[in-house]
């Protein structure tokens, strides 16, 4: 790794552990791989019921995972597919600066700025305790989303740029939440993968 790709940030906040470093891959680097996912990957479009109401959701989905258990989020149970020679590589690169093992990732795709993903914390009990969960960002920038669930003050946003990874760990998914909001600005797609290790 180069000089520039091993700049990060770590940020200081209260009950979580949270590290973004933008150049995770060049700019030429996250072209290519954006432009592989969004091909080669299986998208679905899931249905949510929210208070009675069946709704799409506003994003597409994809999960893989080198083994064959199902993962729960938002109402929806997925089955994962294996692990593409891609997404191993990808996570294997991961896995050495995160300094854990992932079995699995979740893909999210965000059509225009009118496909967004909701406040939550990734807290489902098959990620255990205090998980530690990798994010890596393609395409279009968009804001990152995190507020402490009871100090009010702590609310933050972060930019995630094409090529970035941000490491979320410690008491994170326990004591804040997160989210990308819908933007009003005329912007292109973005995949995030997101690493984790379902047990
Ligand atoms: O798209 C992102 O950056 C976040 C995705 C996310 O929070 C999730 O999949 O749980
Ligand atoms: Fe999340």
Redesign the pocket.
């Known amino acids: 790794m180069d000089l520039f790709s091993s700049d990060k940030t770590e940020f200081h906040l209260p009950q979580a552990e949270l590290i973004y470093i933008p150049h995770f891959y060049n700019p030429l680097e996250a072209n290519k791989l954006f432009k592989k996912l969004k091909e080669t990957c299986v998208w679905q479009q899931d249905t949510i019921t929210i208070f009675g109401k069946t709704h799409l959701q506003p994003?597409l989905?994809a999960l893989y995972a080198n083994n064959e258990k199902s993962y729960s989020?938002s109402n929806i149970t997925m089955l994962p597919k294996k692990f593409t020679p891609d997404l191993q590589e990808m996570k294997v690169a991961i896995e050495k600066v995160a300094h854990t093992d992932f079995t699995s990732v979740?893909l999210?795709r965000?059509r225009s700025g009118s496909d967004s993903?909701g406040w939550?914390a990734?807290n489902e009990k098959e990620l255990g305790k205090k998980p530690i969960?990798a994010?890596l960002?393609f395409g279009a920038p968009?804001y990152?989303h995190f507020k402490h669930r009871t100090l009010k003050n702590e609310k933050h946003k972060l930019l995630?740029e094409s090529g970035s990874l941000?490491i979320m760990a410690g008491q994170m998914q326990e004591y804040w939440l997160?989210?990308?909001p819908k933007t009003k600005k005329e912007i292109g797609e973005?995949i995030?993968l997101?690493f984790r290790k379902i047990i």
């Open positions: 994003r989905t989020c979740l999210n965000y993903n939550h990734d969960i994010s960002s968009r990152f995630l941000l997160h989210q990308i973005r995030n997101t």
